[in-house]
């Protein structure tokens, strides 16, 4: 799996309550959280994002409450993967369940500015800054959790497993 986009960077602590606010958890339409996706920490966000941008971050990002509209705003939103130093364990598998690639990597949240072009190798687990031509390695996707990745999620690599 590759990936390719603009950074947009974000400090610690991006709680889901950030990501997509309690007034929005009405819908559970994809489209519709896209359109509100971390308006609270960056209001022109949703008009400065585009198909395969890529969200960098400091730590535990994905904190707070254990909602899954979080993941599924920021994919919708047109991100295709978020880059942080960690990752709130609970957002961390509702990233995977809901399809939206993820990758811990300190060393490259520490060199990659907002803005910059980044493409990922995530099976390689090779992150490489185009602007600046730094190359950081992360961990790879085990073949299961790119499988669900690569489907859009969990429920849709099973329905597509049982036909």
Request: contains cysteine.
């Amino acid at each position: 799996m590759e990936f390719k986009g603009t950074v947009h960077r974000y400090g610690r602590d991006v709680d889901t309550d950030v990501i997509i606010p309690a007034r929005y958890l009405n819908t559970s339409d994809p489209a519709e959280l896209a359109r509100h996706c971390l308006e609270d920490l960056d209001a022109g966000f949703v008009e400065k994002v585009a198909p395969g941008d890529i969200i960098v971050a400091e730590e535990n990002f994905g904190c707070g409450s254990s909602r899954e509209h979080a993941p599924i705003a920021i994919r919708a939103a047109g991100v295709d993967v978020v880059i942080a130093k960690s990752f709130a364990r609970i957002f961390y598998r509702n990233a995977i369940n809901t399809g939206l690639a993820i990758m811990e990597c300190p060393e490259a949240v520490d060199a990659i500015a907002d803005g910059d072009v980044v493409s990922v190798d995530a099976d390689a687990g090779v992150i490489t800054d185009e602007t600046t031509g730094q190359t950081f390695t992360a961990q790879p996707f085990p073949p299961f959790i790119r499988e669900i990745i690569e489907a859009g999620g969990l429920v849709n690599r099973w329905k597509a497993r049982l036909g």
